[in-house]
């Protein structure tokens, strides 16, 4: 297999050059570009179709849902659907969380993530899973919690539906719905808890707390827990 090709966008020059810096020195790794604003970033994207595109979602000239969806939209569903993408987000603010969220990337890093979870995130996310990181869930989560079903794109007026599962996820879901124990166990792994924290929160034993995650797996269609977890958060099961 062949190095999994990076393009990254972002506006802050020590972070783009870090980045860069940093993932070009890892092995299996090659960066073939970098941006600093959406326009040049949708040509670097259309241009080079990496892997992998990590995007910010605050751009100086258009956001990085406008990037995204553009890039997406300008090529054959099948191309664009090969370059996954992970958005960039402060979790300080959120509505950029939201807004992120309801982009539809595959997954989801705060700015202030540490390299190596970056790297994990990026393999994970090259895997076809998907990697969402717990300040982004919680947020996420007590969003759902509050009852709002949209989430407001940064420098524009319109709302944006955060995505529902697709109707045979929903359909299984329905003949086979998870029970109130299984999602006392979600909304745990949603914030990002162990299975050992999850045990000692609901006062089960580790064995329990297994087979209650796996039934959650199972009938989310989900192959692990982050996969799950963003699963959970789109159809709104916590709310």
């Known amino acids: 297999m062949g190095d999994i090709r990076v393009a990254i966008i972002e506006d802050h020059s020590l972070t783009r050059i870090g980045m860069r810096s940093s993932l070009n020195e890892q092995e299996g790794i090659q960066v073939v570009g970098d941006e600093a604003t959406a326009s ?88 076809g899973q998907s990697w969402i990181d717990p300040a982004i869930a919680r947020i996420v989560l007590k969003h759902t919690r509050q009852g709002a079903a949209t989430a407001v794109k940064p420098n524009a007026t319109q709302t944006v539906t955060i995505s529902a599962i697709d109707p045979e996820q929903a359909s299984i879901l329905q003949a086979d719905p998870l029970t109130n124990r299984e999602l006392e166990v979600l909304e745990l792994i949603v914030q990002g808890y162990s299975n050992n924290e999850i045990a000692q929160k609901l006062y089960l034993s580790l064995g329990s707390v297994k087979v209650y995650v796996r039934g959650v797996l199972n009938k989310l269609c989900a192959s692990d827990r982050t996969q799950a977890a963003v699963l959970a958060l789109r159809a709104g099961l916590l709310n």
């Open 40 to 127: 040049n970033g949708l040509k670097l994207l259309q241009s080079t179709k990496p892997d992998i595109a990590i995007v910010d979602i605050g751009l100086p000239d258009r956001d990085g849902i406008w990037l995204v969806q553009q890039f997406r939209e300008s090529l054959v569903s099948e191309t664009a659907a090969q370059t996954k993408v992970i958005m960039l987000t402060s979790f300080a603010k959120e509505q950029m969380v939201l807004a992120a969220f309801a982009a539809g990337a595959d997954s989801y890093c705060v700015k202030t993530i540490k390299f190596e979870l970056l790297l994990e995130a990026l393999h994970i996310t090259h895997e």
